[in-house]
């Protein structure tokens, strides 16, 4: 994949007026080359590099669940590594408690598994927007396990927010997934 936040930005520019460059997300990509998770995740290398990785709806948007990647992006660092001070704009830099079996590699980017970006997505404090549930329920539909797999991925997961999740998981598949009713997530409907 051709690392074209390196070109000078003269050559970007005619680029992209020529046609061969086209908008990617926040970045660009080569024309000839289509949206897959790499060119995404690419895509986003001006603002994550090597050293954060993509969460939340940002990830969802490199697995193609999402029509754009949230503003500000969302990232994470690694290995309980303080986010900056002040981070770059148009990022917003997260610290959690990501194992290496929570997110991958895909060319020079760093992005959190599908099972993690789905679970993420459900546990998150604030009311889901349209595009986070649309996501949650495309990454629900990819899932290989199912229902099932992202009820057990919950559980195997921290206690917080747990029950939002849960509710929010019942919510989106319309059927019972644990043993009691489920808690109303806030905001949702």
Same mark, same amino acid.
């Given at each position: 994949m051709p690392r074209t936040h390196e070109w000078a930005q003269a050559i970007r520019s005619a680029e992209r007026l020529r046609g061969s460059l086209?908008?990617? @997300?926040?970045? !660009?990509?080569?024309?000839?080359?289509?949206? /897959?998770?790499?060119?995404? +995740?690419?895509? *986003?290398?001006?603002? !994550?590099?090597?050293?954060?990785?993509?969460?939340g709806l940002t990830a969802a948007w490199?697995? @193609?669940?999402?029509?754009?990647? @949230? &503003?500000? *992006?969302?990232? &994470?660092?690694?290995?309980?590594?303080?986010?900056p001070a002040n981070p770059a704009p148009g990022i917003a830099v997260h610290e959690h408690s990501l194992t290496p079996d929570d997110f991958i590699r895909i060319g020079d980017g760093l992005v959190t598994t599908r099972t993690r970006t789905l679970c993420d997505l459900l546990r &998150?404090? /604030? &009311? !889901?927007?349209?595009?986070?549930?649309?996501?949650?329920? !495309? +990454? +629900? *539909?990819?899932?290989?396990?199912?229902?099932?797999?992202?009820?057990a991925a919950l559980d195997a997961g921290g206690r917080r927010y747990r029950r939002i999740a849960t509710a929010r998981l019942h919510e989106l598949t @319309?059927?019972?997934?644990?043993?009691?009713?489920p808690a109303r997530a806030p905001g949702s409907h």
């Open positions: 086209v908008p990617c @997300g926040p970045g !660009l990509r080569p024309v000839a080359w289509p949206e /897959t998770p790499r060119v995404r +995740l690419a895509a *986003l290398a001006p603002w !994550l590099g090597e050293k954060y990785v993509a969460i490199v697995w @193609g669940t999402a029509r754009h990647p @949230g &503003s500000p *992006l969302r990232c &994470s660092t690694i290995g309980r590594r303080r986010p &998150s404090p /604030t &009311s !889901l927007t349209h595009a986070e549930r649309v996501a949650c329920r !495309l +990454l +629900l *539909l990819q899932h290989p396990g199912g229902t099932p797999a992202v009820r @319309g059927c019972d997934i644990g043993g009691s009713a």
